[in-house]
């Protein structure tokens, strides 16, 4: 037998705890409560801690895509920009083709915003996920 409190051990014979008066429990019940508590303290901090790191780590790789995406928006679209001179006292026009890079600024951060949305979606959803397995193994241990 153990005292659930202060965890000294006594004899079978003994029901209570000399020194907080707490009802004692079994050896073996003792031993389960605290891994049930380690695995509940898992559940809720450990988890979503770790998915929040994870979506912070995300954020890197996404951002890298957002610039190659950018990047390759940018030397795909060009446009016609038109470029006036003077020649011989008259203005002419002439014009060139030049790389996008409005769109490309613009793309890479409207893909960066969008991933980075659907990652934070994602990322939430890996912590409704992780609560519904624990809701799930909980109700097998009351049972
Ligand atoms: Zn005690």
Redesign the pocket.
């Known amino acids: 037998m153990i005292?659930p409190?202060?965890?000294?051990e006594y004899r079978e014979r003994y029901t209570k705890?000399?020194?907080?008066g707490?009802d004692l429990i079994e050896n073996d019940a003792a031993k389960q409560n605290g891994r049930e508590n380690w695995l509940l303290k898992f559940g809720e901090t450990t988890a979503k801690r770790a998915i929040s790191v994870l979506f912070f780590l995300g954020l890197f790789p996404l951002f890298f895509t957002s610039i190659l995406f950018g990047k390759y928006l940018y030397l795909t679209n060009l446009y016609e920009k038109d470029i006036w001179f003077t020649q011989n006292g008259q203005r002419m026009y002439t014009s060139t083709m030049v790389n996008n890079k409005p769109l490309g600024f613009l793309g890479g951060l409207v893909f960066f915003v969008v991933t980075v949305l659907a990652w934070k979606v994602l990322c939430e959803l890996f912590i409704i996920i992780f609560r519904a397995i624990e809701i799930y193994t909980q109700k097998n241990r009351i049972r």
């Open positions: 005292c409190k202060c965890k000294t705890c000399s020194q907080c707490e």
